[in-house]
């Protein structure tokens, strides 16, 4: 069985998916206790339900590792924030910290390119 690669996730896509990530996570009716497979078997069938979303199937590993790389760089971007924070540069509004930020990041080999995900 070969395995095709699918076209890179648009901006649409990505802001639905981050929508869709939290509503599921956040529903209190079901509760942060279910299981894996269910949680994303859930995110898979909201997502799905979207008209942007039908314009690519996105198999259920394909939006997992999705997330983990909106997570990641997130995270990342989170951790040089906090270092311009805990530096108290005076005077800096909050964006001059996340551009300051950014540049930081740039220094990191696996975001040599910059930030990709401002619109999530």
């Not at 898979?44 to 996105?58: G, L, P, W, Y």
């Not at 964006?95 to 950014?102: S, W």
Request: with cysteine; charged share 25%; glycine share 4%.
């Amino acid at each position: 069985m070969t395995s095709k690669r699918s076209a890179s996730y648009s901006i649409e896509e990505d802001i639905l998916f981050c929508h869709v990530y939290l509503d599921v996570s956040q529903n209190p009716i079901i509760g942060i206790n279910q299981s894996g497979d269910m949680f994303w078997s859930r995110v898979k069938t909201e997502f799905d339900k979207s008209n942007i979303a039908r314009t690519q199937e996105r198999p259920r590993r394909s939006l997992q590792s999705r997330m983990s790389v909106l997570l990641t760089a997130c995270s990342k971007l989170r951790g040089c924030i906090n270092q311009i924070e805990n530096k108290n540069p005076s005077g800096a509004s909050d964006q001059d910290i996340v551009d300051q930020a950014k540049i930081l990041l740039t220094q990191d080999a696996n975001y040599s390119k910059g930030f990709k995900f401002d619109h999530v």
